[in-house]
Every structure is written in C-alpha cells, then in structure tokens.
C-alpha cells in the first residue's frame, strides 16, 4: 500500500483531498487509525488528573477526531456519487464499527462526568455566547443519546445503534441498485414521441452505457419521473410510472420492506429507552419545532385544502384529456393545458437554460450581486470524476472556499440532489469551507449541450443556497460550522435562494437561447409568473403524503409490528386524506431514501417547515428593495455566516424583527383561503 493519504492534512490548497493519491485500499486503514486515534485522545481527556475545564474537556473533543473526519468526508460522498462493489462492501462493514465507536464516546460515563460538571458551573465559566453554547450542545446530545442510562438500557443501544446503522447502509445499497434495475427499456423509438431531441439522445446514451440497443429511461428518486410530461404514448407513461412505485417492492434481492419494517421497530425501541413515546418525539425534541403538536397542527392546516385542490386540478384535467387522470397522465396533460392556457410550453423553454450559462449568468450572477462573490474555476486540483468541477470562491476580503460542482447523473450516484463539504470552515482548526452540490442531470451526448428543465434550474439555485450557508460560515467550533443546525431549519436558507432563478434582472441574464442569445422573451416571463401556482394542488399534497407518511412510520409505539409495509402505508395516506390517485406519495416507503437511508427520519416536514420562513424572508427582501447588496450583507451577517453559532430561531427573530408568519407561503402554493 501506498502512504495513507487521510493520516495528515492534505497538502493541497484549503485541505482539498488529494483524489489522486486516494484509493479504495485506504479507507478501511484509515477509518481503523482514525477510530483509534479519537479513542486514544478521549481516553487523554478522561485520565487529565486536572479538573475539567473547558479548554481541558470541550475543546479538546472539538479537536479530536480529525482523522476520523478526513476519511468519513471523502468517503461517504464516493459512497453517493461514485459507488462501487468495493466502496459499498466497506460501507456495509464499517457502519456497525463505526456506530459502536460513536457509542463508546458518546456513552463513556468518565467522560459524561466532565461534561455534566461543567454544565452545572456553566453560569460561572465566564464563557463567551458561542463557547457557552458548545458546553450546553455537548451535555444535550450527550443525554439525548442515553448518558444517563443504566447499564444494561446502554447495552442496549447500542445494539440497536449498531444495527441501525447497518439496515440504512443495506437500505441505501439496495435503492441504488433497484433503481438502475428498474429503468424502462424502450426497444421502438416511435414511443418516445414528445421527448425534446436532447433528452433522447440521453436515453440513447444511457442504454449505449449500459450496452443495450435503443434507448433505457433511467429514473429520478422521487415517485414522479420528468419524461411523464413529455410522453404522449399512455401506455409507455404508464410502464414508466408503474416501474418508478414498484422500486423496493418487486420481491426480488433489492426488496426494501422487511428493511423499513426493522428500522421503523428499533426506532421506536430506542425512543423509549430514551424516554420518548415515539421516535418522531425524540427527533422534534432537537428542532425548532419543538413538539409534534406543532408539526400536526401545520401539516392539518394544509392537507385538507391542497387535497381539494389536487382533485380540483384533476377533474380540470379530466374534463381536457377526456377520461380520468391518472398517475401517470397527470403531468403530461397538465403541460397541455399550461400550453394552452398560458401558452407556456417546457419543453420550449429548455433551449433557453443551458447548464453553463444557468450556472455562470443565474446562481452565480445572483451571488455576485448579492454577496460580492466571484466565481473562477480551476483545472489544477485532481478530481474524483471527470465530471467534477471546482470553483475559487473570493468576496471583497480575498478567498473565501472552494466550490466543487458534480451535476451529472450516472450509474453510480444514487438519485436525488444534495450539498455536502469536504472541509468545515472552522477558526479553530483554521479551515475554510470546501462545499459541493451534486445533482442529477441526464448528461447529454458528446458535443450537444445540456438543456435544463426549470426544476433543474430551480435545484441549483436551491442547492446553492446549501452551498452559501456553508461557504459563509463564520464560527470558531467545528462543530457549529455551516449547515450544522436544526434539520427543520437547513433547508431555510437554500429555499430562500430558489427566489433569485426568476427574478427579473438574474432570469434576463442567464434565460437566454443556446444558440441564437435572445433573452427569453418578456411576454413568457409574464406568463410563467401567471402560472406560478398552477399544479400547486398536487405538488403540495404529493410533498404532505411524503411527510405525513414519515410521521406515522415514527409515531409507532415500540413493540408495535407492521407485517405489510405497503397495506401500513395506504392505511397512513387513507388517515391523513391524502389518497389523491392523480398525486401519490412523492416517496413511497420503499424508496424514501431521506427517512430511511439519510438523515430525514421523522423530520421530512422540514421543507415546509423551513417554507415558512423562506416565504417571510422573500417578503422582506421586497420590502427592503429585492436585490440589493446591503440585503445580502444583512442576511448574511445574521443568518448564513451563523450556522449553529446560535439559536436559529432567536436569530431569525433577530434579521425580521418578529416571528415567522405563514400567510406568505399559503398565498404561494395557492391555499390562502
């Protein structure tokens, strides 16, 4: 073996790691020394014959662990975007490990013992507000993860941990695997009618990759797949859709449900080892919700009214298509109908939104004019795939961080859109910020470009928003860095960059036609924002089937037992109104990759959660004069440069001179009554 790269700091500029230096055979060393080495510094911290200070304890725990934080970060984002049989079989035999080591930390009573006696003197420390915060996180999640359990309740958990941690990697495993399993070959062409040129030349491409002949229609995460709009043979729309519900629950090796049935049981266990009733209040109880009354009382307000709105939706539709909507014909006819009704055609605006004119002259203009960034890319930094690009990020005071963009589907990047970092921005360790959005756009062939839809293009403004809460994070503790803050919060900040992709002087600037230049035309911009709110119906009660579904898989009282995973979901739907035929569920359960696979469980009302103050934010932004870059500067300041510095809450309270209201976001998806 070559010298371990992950065992020092990387040399390269901003701790970038050294791709060309890294191989598979590193990992499993590293995530063995870097284990060691954390135990090895907790044990320095435990046996210190000083008494606990907050330099001696808290600190030197921030410090800890770098190592382990090198590989992890490298590793977990190969693990979702350039997956192999090696890198999944590491995965699958480090997850116990590593939830065991996690345990062993968090768990080790001499440790639980400094902590909580400086969180009993903590008034008396003399500690500035944001190390005063770190002393009150530490003890926190110290008991929420059962420090104050007997003995044998720890044994326990950590049991439960361990096997966790194994069932979402399978389960993450297996999605992957089931999806490229289940994508759509298409022997005819003719049924790819209404599909743009560039988007067959993709499904050519993919089956090319795949060696197969004609074309292979690869699918999206979520239950909706793009080509459902474009289609105009039924039956293939169905074949699509019918393949998109079915991922997980085909009864084959990549079958999901005794998964989701395992997770959602220990789940429940260990929320009541920890003195919740259910899981789902275990996780509020560290959000800003705070209850999961909240949560009930925000998600029952919507539902009812955006299920009358879907069937609404649908019935319009009916009546033009002339025979029931179904599934698999809603998207198709309802681009129809926008065509003829606000003359909006998306397969006609495509040409208008090519990837690098989007990327340069929308998300990146928009941060430029907001925040003083500039953007230059560089080609001297090895990449982990020859898709990758990397940015230099600078505002007025120099370079702030690098941002790595990788927007291509493949094979092995598992579906959906994502921000993560290779290095945390932190005074204390002296790092700044190394972020990356990863995407999944259908790479076009050899030579043509790469037209989006304007949901692409409203994900890369979304994930940029992810991007920026990182690159501005302004904190001493690693621990606090970027978009380290309540899950039902995160998704705050990248909603309200969404707001900039069809503002006037950003979309005159990007929308412009690939090959002629022309803007995007006055009249369709006046059109699109006619047509804001329509099919608001079934996007909101697609969204609200998906996290009503997640509460009630995190609601279940432990020792409860769910032996059809898919008779629980339709009982689920059926109880909160939301069988809507013409809207499923944007994640069934087998496929729900958020609650199951990531960090979402119980918490995937986040994005409305979070909706509610995006839309109060976009208010006042236009009450202070849109964009303008004492805006930025100000939402920066209080919000973006924070992270979990702070109490979210208290600090949006801070930059908006009051609680969040939802009026706003009702008017915006339709609902206001």
Known sequence: MTVNPFLAPSPLPFQFPDFDAISEEHFTPAFTAGMEQERAEVAAITADPQPATFENTIVALERSGQTLNRVATVFYSLVSSCSTPGIRAIEAELAPQLAAHADAITLDPALFARIDELFTIRAELGLDAESLRLLERYHRDAVRAGARLGAVEQDRLRVINAELSALATDFGAKLLAEANDSAVHVSDPAQLDGLAPDAVSAAARAAESRGLGGHLITLVLPTDQPVLASLTDRGLRERVHAASVARGSRGNEHDTRAIVARITTLRAERAQLLGH????????????????????????????????????????????????????????????????????????????????????????????????????????????????????????????????????????????????????QSRLHGTQAVVTNTLNIPKPADGEPTLLTIDNVRTMFHEFGHALHGLFSDVTYPRFSGTSVPRDFVEYPSQVNEMWLDHPEILRNYARHHVTGEPLPAELVERLAESRTFGEGYATTSYLAAALLDQAWHRLAPGAAVDDVLQFEADALAAAGLVVPSAPTRYRSTYFNHVFGGGYSAAYYSYIWSEVLDADTVEWFEENGGLRRENGDTFRRELLSRGGAVDPMAAYRAFRGRDPEIAPLLARRGLAG
């Not at 698999?328 to 681009?335: K, M, P, S, T, V």
């Not at 040409?351 to 003083?372: I, K, M, N, S």
């Open 277 to 424: 009733p259910h899981h789902a209040s275990w996780v509020v109880d560290n959000a800003t919700a705070g209850t999961v009354e909240a949560i009930d009382a925000m998600l029952g307000k919507l539902a009812p009214i955006a299920a009358v709105n879907a069937r609404a939706e649908a019935a319009d539709l009916g009546t033009d298509a002339g025979h029931t909507i179904e599934a698999w014909d809603r998207a198709f006819h309802e681009e129809r109908v926008r065509r003829e009704r606000f003359a909006i055609d998306a397969d006609a605006l495509r040409p208008y939104f090519e990837l690098d004119r989007v990327l340069h002259d929308g998300v990146f203009h928009a941060a430029g004019l907001l925040y003083g960034l500039r953007f230059a890319e560089r080609h001297d930094l090895p990449r982990h795939h020859p898709d990758v690009r990397i940015f230099d990020v600078h505002d007025d005071s120099g370079q702030l961080g690098l941002f790595v963009a990788d927007f291509y589907a493949r094979d092995s990047k598992r579906g959906g859109a994502w921000m993560t970092s290779f290095v945390e």
